[in-house]
C-alpha cells in the first residue's frame, strides 16, 4: 500500500503544481485583458484590436486550478464536528475521518464517472467551446482524470486509517 500511496501523492503534488501554474496564467490573462481595455481609452489604435476567448480561457484555466488542487488536499480539509467527536478518543476521531474519507472517495469516483461518461459524449458530437473552437472531450476527460486521482487517494488514506487508526502523514 506504502508504494501506491507514494505514487498517488507525487501524481498529486504535479497536478498541484500544474495548478498553481494554471492560477498564475489566468492572472496574467485577465490583467492583459484589463490593460488592453484601459488602454484603449488612451491609444484609439488598440480599439481595432480584436481577440476573443478570454472568458473561455480563464474559465477553463480556473477549472483546470480547481480540478488539479482536489487530489492534493482531500485527506488534508477534512473538518470533523469537534462537538460531535470532542469526547472520542483519538482511535475513534481518526475513524470517524477516515470514513469521511470513504463518502470523499465515493464522490470523486461518481464525479470521475460522470465526467468521463460527458467527455465521451462531447466526442461523440464533436462538442467545442463557443468562441476558441477548442474542443470539450479532452477537458471533460483531464477534470475526471483528477476526481479519479482525488477518488483513489481518499480511498487510499480513508482504508488506511481505518484499519491503522493512525491520524494520516500529511
Given at each position: 500500500?506504502?508504494?501506491?500511496?507514494?505514487?498517488?501523492?507525487?501524481?498529486?503534488?504535479?497536478?498541484?503544481?500544474?495548478?498553481?501554474?494554471?492560477?498564475?496564467?489566468?492572472?496574467?490573462v485577465?490583467?492583459?485583458?484589463?490593460?488592453?481595455?484601459?488602454?484603449?481609452?488612451?491609444?484609439?489604435?488598440?480599439?481595432?484590436?480584436?481577440?476573443?476567448?478570454?472568458?473561455?480561457?480563464?474559465?477553463?484555466?480556473?477549472?483546470?486550478?480547481?480540478?488539479?488542487?482536489?487530489?492534493?488536499?482531500?485527506?488534508?480539509s477534512?473538518?470533523?464536528?469537534?462537538?460531535?467527536?470532542?469526547?472520542?478518543?483519538?482511535?475513534?476521531?481518526?475513524?470517524?475521518?477516515?470514513?469521511?474519507?470513504?463518502?470523499?472517495?465515493?464522490?470523486?469516483?461518481?464525479?470521475?464517472?460522470?465526467?468521463?461518461?460527458?467527455?465521451?459524449?462531447?466526442?461523440?458530437?464533436?462538442?467545442?467551446?463557443?468562441?476558441l473552437?477548442?474542443?470539450?472531450?479532452?477537458?471533460?476527460?483531464?477534470?475526471?482524470?483528477?476526481?479519479?486521482?482525488?477518488?483513489?487517494?481518499?480511498?487510499?488514506?480513508?482504508?488506511?486509517?481505518?484499519?491503522?487508526?493512525?491520524?494520516?502523514?500529511?
Open positions: 500500500m506504502g508504494a501506491i500511496q507514494y505514487s498517488l501523492n507525487r501524481i498529486a503534488r504535479v497536478l498541484l503544481a500544474i495548478s498553481g501554474l494554471a492560477l498564475v496564467a489566468m492572472m496574467f485577465v490583467i492583459f485583458d484589463v490593460i488592453v481595455r484601459n488602454l484603449s481609452v488612451v491609444l484609439p489604435f488598440l480599439n481595432e484590436i480584436t481577440y476573443y476567448g478570454t472568458i473561455e480561457i480563464v474559465r477553463y484555466l480556473f477549472l483546470l486550478a480547481m480540478a488539479g488542487a482536489m487530489p492534493w488536499g482531500v485527506e488534508k477534512q473538518v470533523i464536528v469537534e462537538l460531535f467527536t470532542q469526547r472520542l478518543s483519538d482511535t475513534a476521531k481518526v475513524r470517524v475521518d477516515a470514513f469521511f474519507l470513504l463518502g470523499f472517495a465515493a464522490l470523486g469516483a461518481l464525479m470521475a464517472y460522470s465526467l468521463f461518461v460527458a467527455g465521451s459524449h462531447a466526442f461523440v458530437t464533436g462538442e467545442t467551446t463557443p468562441d473552437q477548442i474542443p470539450i472531450g479532452p477537458i471533460r476527460y483531464a477534470t475526471g482524470a483528477c476526481m479519479a486521482l482525488m477518488a483513489l487517494r481518499a480511498l487510499v488514506e480513508g482504508l488506511l486509517g481505518l484499519k491503522q487508526g493512525v491520524w494520516h502523514a500529511a
